[in-house]
Structure formats: C-alpha cells, structure tokens
T-cell receptor, first 114, second 114 residues
Framework: GENVEQHPSTLSVQEGDSAVIKCTYSDSASNYFPWYKQELGKRPQLIIDIRSNVGEKKDQRIAVTLNKTAKHFSLHITETQPEDSAVYFCAARGRSNSGYALNFGKGTSLLVTP | DAGVIQSPRHEVTEMGQEVTLRCKPISGHDYLFWYRQTMMRGLELLIYFNNNVPIDDSGMPEDRFSAKMPNASFSTLKIQPSEPRDSAVYFC????????????FGQGTRLTVV
C-alpha cells in the first residue's frame, strides 16, 4: 500500500517567518494530495489539496507544490501567525485493492511564536 | 448536512470489555474510512469501505478489531476484548466517490481502556 513520509516532526518559527513541511509518497499511481490541519482536541480539517495533474496551487498564505517525478510534495506557509500553530498532516490517495485509500504522514507539530 | 457524526465522544472502559464505536457518514458519500490516532503512530488507516463493502482491512491491528457497514448511513468499529494499548482517538471520515475528493472527518471518539 501507499507509504507517506513527512518531515519535520516538529517545527518552530517566529511570527512572520515562513514554514515548509515536506512529504514523500511511494505509489506512483497516487493522484490526490491533501493537507490537513488539526488543532488541539479537534478533528483534522482540509486546508489545501493538489491533484496529480497540477504542479503548484496557492491559497492566500498557503501554497502546495507537487513533484510527481520525485514523488514528493510540500506545504508552504508564508507570514506565519500564532493561530497557524497546530499539527499538519499530509496525505496521499492511492490505489488500495479495488478502491482508493487515503494514507497520512505522521504529522508536523508547528509552533509559531509571537 | 451535519457532517460526519461519531458516537460516543468519549469512552472509558475496563480491559477485557467490548467497545463499539459508531459513525454516520455524510449523506451521499460512498467512501468511509476508520482511522486510529496516537502520538507514536499518527493517523493510521484501519479499514475503509466503498459502497458499504469493506475494501481493505489490512490496517486492522488484530482479530480483536472488527468493522461493519450494514447500510450507507451507518458503520461500527468494535474491539473485543479491549486492551489498554487500544487507548487512542478513533476517527471516522467519509468522502464522495473515488479519486481526488476531500475526506471529511468526524469529531472522533477518545477511547481509554484501563
């Protein structure tokens, strides 16, 4: 099945700086790559996603890039704010038996200090 | 739609007891996923269903775990007998059809086995 690796596991940045989280996946047939944000005690919620036919996508301060050849994708957060502090998960949706499973990385705990 | 609904929100049980977690997916969604979240292992995919049929249960840790989806609006995850190492937050998520679509998470069930 799909194996998703995520780095770093923890990240601390000053408010206003940028944060970058990187993920790799194993299944070249994977075609959908969402990023979820999970605040303490809450459910994971989608913040941005990218499909395999797109190399880059941006939504205000958040951007995601995808390199299909290298099988890695990254989340970029610019002008970080304290409310960006949370755990971020990358995921890849790939073929699993006769369906499509969504497998997650282990998460990155981001701390933005004022 | 009220989103994915899980019950109970919290469960505390004694080792050896049977535990049943419940999930109601978003109406019309044909994929349903069960995840277990722990600090050590992150979000692990346990099993997922497509059109009420279990597609891949390779993530189910042991025979003590079982899951069913008797109809499109209800799924259960059962642990029998429960053990302290089963303590975790269990999330249910659903999505619409295959390919590149967002998975919506329920609020999770925090299970503590003492």
């Amino acid at each position: 099945g799909e194996n998703v690796e995520q780095h770093p596991s923890t990240l601390s940045v000053q408010e206003g700086d940028s944060a970058v989280i990187k993920c790799t996946y194993s299944d070249s047939a994977s075609n959908y790559f969402p990023w979820y944000k999970q605040e303490l005690g809450k459910r994971p919620q989608l913040i941005i996603d990218i499909r395999s036919n797109v190399g880059e996508k941006k939504d205000q301060r958040i951007a995601v890039t995808l390199n299909k050849t290298a099988k890695h994708f990254s989340l970029h957060i610019t002008e970080t704010q304290p409310e960006d502090s949370a755990v971020y998960f990358c995921a890849a949706r790939g073929r699993s038996n006769s369906g499509y499973a969504l497998n997650f990385g282990k998460g990155t705990s981001l701390l933005v200090t004022p | 739609d009220a989103g994915v609904i899980q019950s109970p929100r919290h469960e505390v049980t004694e080792m050896g007891q049977e535990v049943t977690l419940r999930c109601k997916p978003i109406s019309g969604h044909d994929y349903l996923f069960w995840y277990r979240q722990t600090m050590m292992r992150g979000l692990e995919l346990l099993i997922y269903f497509n059109n009420n049929v279990p597609i891949d249960d390779s993530g189910m840790p042991e025979d003590r775990f079982s899951a069913k989806m008797p109809n499109a609006s209800f799924s259960t995850l059962k642990i029998q007998p429960s053990e302290p190492r089963d303590s975790a937050v269990y999330f249910c998520a659903s999505s619409l059809t295959q390919g590149s679509t967002e998975a919506f998470f329920g609020q999770g069930t925090r299970l503590t086995v003492v």
